[in-house]
């Protein structure tokens, strides 16, 4: 399996950010060829420090990387991508790795 970790910063208007991604982008992303599961984090992302500066966190699973990257080609992919910045005004930090139980 692997993932694509999606670290969304906290953006200008949180609220606005919320609704946007759960009614315009969630379902973008949906459509993306080869997705497994997609979750979201829900309330606040800490650390064991106290606040992180991330607003939301976004983990979505395929069968390898190469699956990630086809999904990211395909039109979907494209799509999913060019709309990061029509909401994730703080930012985003996007991780691409294999992954296994242990």
């Known amino acids: 399996m692997a993932d694509v970790v999606v670290l ?8 606005a950010f919320d609704k946007y991604y759960a ?7 949906k459509k993306m060829p080869g997705l497994r599961k997609y979750q979201v984090s ?5 650390t064991p420090a106290g606040p992180s ?7 979505l699973t ?7 990257q086809a999904a990211f080609g395909s039109a979907e992919g494209k799509a999913t991508a060019a ?7 703080g930012g985003a930090d996007i991780l691409i790795f294999d992954a296994k139980d242990v």
């Open 8 to 15: 969304y910063k906290t953006p200008k208007d949180p609220a």
């Open 23 to 29: 009614s315009t982008h969630i379902p973008l992303a």
């Open 42 to 46: 829900q309330g606040p992302v800490g």
């Open 53 to 59: 500066g991330i607003h939301l966190i976004a983990t």
């Open 62 to 68: 395929f069968d390898s990387v190469a699956a990630v």
């Open 83 to 89: 709309d990061v910045p029509n909401f994730a005004s």
